[in-house]
């Protein structure tokens, strides 16, 4: 927040553009951590226009830009590439020699079952990228900031092309697979594919000839706890963990310092460290990797996004996601049937997203079956002329029935602040599923209509169940490219899809707030369509 005041500050000028009307939204306190890891610095804002939205804009933190010098374009694009440079190995060991990379793809068979020795292979060729490849990461030019989705970095917006690492297994590698003693945690909350993602990590490394592969027991917490042994990971011990959900090696949230994990870490001798989970596991994992350095440590930490809330900025989805949506349908199926077959009958389904509605309005524009989606990021009333109530009375008068899909993190200015935090430190919401619920009933009751009201929250089921075809692709191809990332000596760095293209990019610019659904973007205008649901406000 505080670079963007300070930008409307320094650059009225170019800031805020000559219309007397127009002026810039920050995103609402609501986005802003809990934990306090990260500050919600905020790069984004909307251009308001006589009340209406028109363009996101989007400005690196470090620097104001002046959009009145002629060079700001260019100086944009350093800044850019100075902020998705991926910190490798070689900025603290300057002297750290690669090695050919022991990675291959046209193998003999091993000698022995164990695949002790690594897998041998005459071919020198294995498919390698390059270190200076780059994945376009914003791939439409926006030939005017009315047009709708416009995300911009000038009032003009202006085409900028950003780009960002390709990943991939490089030809020169900075470890010797010998030497690494590799180490997998899987943090936060369960998500479809954690297992997917462990079991490409331990055979990727295993193509490696990585022969000590650990998994940290239920998340951080299995660095603190003396009763919790780490888990030998092989082939053979993942080859079908990917048939069942949740984490073959548990999850958790809380745990020890930054400092005591590094410790334990030194203790153990791992200098690997593949590490599963959402903002909070990645600015852990930011941490250790600052903490690594810090001590002079040669560790490679690598983090593999997971959340299906999908609230990771930059990437066009993360894995659970998919699987989300569709289990969601089941839920939001039989609230639809049951709504149908009463007389006058009401479905609500709570459907996960702490800060942003992602699940809720994928969910809601697959099934087709939602007449109103309430999401975190778009303001509603339950009351009044304009309410959500008046209108789920007009649709029973109307069509007989209705269907609401609700997000957690929706409405929570409607509710009681529970100020309770778990023990990561997020903040405990309120259950607006269930408040939603009560009023409906209440409402209905009032007026004398008839209504049958039916909740269901599938949370957990959506949660626990394996991933699905796409996503079990997607966690495949993101751990594997986790093993070829730390092999090529990158740290700090997280790994993610972008337009369909598969990157590295460094954590702190993936976390700097959970990305949420625009109302601008073209989705959300799309579900809009599709429900039919005018503004509750
Ligand atoms: N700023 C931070 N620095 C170090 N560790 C952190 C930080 N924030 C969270 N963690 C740790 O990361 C782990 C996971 O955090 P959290 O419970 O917020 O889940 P998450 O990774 O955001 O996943 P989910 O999407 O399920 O919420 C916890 O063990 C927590 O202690
Ligand atoms: O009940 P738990 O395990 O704390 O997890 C709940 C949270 O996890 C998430 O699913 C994210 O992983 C949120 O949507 C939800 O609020
Ligand atoms: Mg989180």
């Known amino acids: 927040m505080e670079s963007l005041s300070r930008a409307s500050i320094t650059n009225p000028g170019t800031l805020s553009p000559t219309s007397s009307s127009a002026s810039y939204f920050l995103f609402p306190r609501r986005f802003r951590r809990s934990n306090g890891f990260s500050s919600f610095s905020g790069n984004l804002r909307r251009i308001v226009s006589r009340g209406r939205v028109r363009a996101e804009i989007e400005k690196p933190n470090a620097r104001e830009i002046d959009f009145s010098d002629p060079e700001w374009r260019i100086k944009y694009q350093k800044d850019f590439e100075r902020r998705f440079n991926i910190p490798h190995i070689t900025d603290v060991f300057p002297d750290a020699k690669p090695i050919p990379s022991t990675f291959c793809l046209r193998m003999r068979t091993p000698v022995s079952e164990d695949f002790a020795g690594g897998y041998p292979s005459d071919e020198e060729w294995h498919g390698y990228i390059n270190n200076n490849d780059r994945v376009l990461l914003k791939t439409i030019n926006f030939a005017s900031p009315n047009s709708a989705g416009a995300v911009c970095i000038d009032p003009d917006c202006t085409w900028v092309e950003q780009w960002v690492h390709r990943a991939g297994p490089r030809e020169k590698i900075y470890f010797k697979p010998e030497e690494v003693k590799a180490a997998i945690v899987t943090c936060g909350g369960l998500c479809p594919g954690l297992n997917d993602v462990i079991r490409q990590v331990v055979i990727t490394l295993e193509i490696y000839g990585v022969k000590s592969i650990v998994g940290i027991p239920f998340g951080y917490r299995g660095f603190s706890n003396s009763d919790l042994s780490e888990m030998p990971l092989s082939r053979k011990v993942v080859q079908n963990i990917h048939l069942s959900g949740g984490s073959l090696l548990g999850v958790s ?25 959402g903002n909070g596991t990645h600015a852990g994992a930011n941490a250790i990797h600052e903490e690594c350095r810090k001590r002079k440590l040669k560790v490679a930490v690598v983090g593999v996004p997971k959340t299906i809330d999908n609230d990771i900025l930059l990437m066009d989805k993360t894995f659970g996601f998919d699987t989300a949506v569709e289990e969601a349908q089941r839920a939001i199926n039989s609230a639809y049937i049951e709504a149908h077959s009463a007389y006058h009958g009401v479905g609500i389904v709570k459907l996960m997203g702490r800060h942003s509605g992602f699940i809720a309005m994928h969910a809601s524009l697959a099934s087709g079956q939602i007449d109103i989606c309430l999401i975190p990021e778009v303001p509603f009333q339950l009351h009044g002329p304009h309410g959500v109530l008046t209108h789920l009375k007009y649709l029973i008068e109307t069509k007989g029935s209705a269907v609401v899909c ?22 405990v919401l309120g259950d607006i599923g269930v408040h939603i619920q009560q009023e409906t009933k209440k409402y209905f009751r009032e007026i004398g209509v008839h209504a049958d009201v039916k909740y269901i929250d599938p949370t957990y089921m959506i949660r626990a169940c394996r991933a699905n075809a796409s996503d079990g692709i997607l966690c495949a191809v993101l751990g594997q490219n986790a093993v070829h990332g730390a092999f090529a000596g990158y740290s700090g760095i997280t790994v993610g899809i ?17 990305r949420p659904v625009d109302p601008n973007s073209r989705m959300w205008h799309r579900c809009l369509t599709s429900t039919g649901q005018p503004d509750f406000i």
Do not use: W
């Not at 957690?408 to 509710?415: K, R």
């Not at 972008?498 to 959970?514: K, L, R």
């Open 253 to 277: 949230r809380g745990g020890p310092s930054v400092s005591d994990i590094v410790d334990r870490m030194q203790e153990k001798g791992i200098n690997m460290i593949f590490v599963l989970g």
């Open 498 to 514: 972008c337009n369909t293209h598969y990157v590295y990019f460094p954590i702190p610019e993936v976390i700097a707030y959970p």
């Open 406 to 427: 609700v997000a957690e993190g929706a409405g929570q200015n409607l509710l009681q602040k529970t100020n309770a935090t778990d023990a990561s430190g997020n903040m």
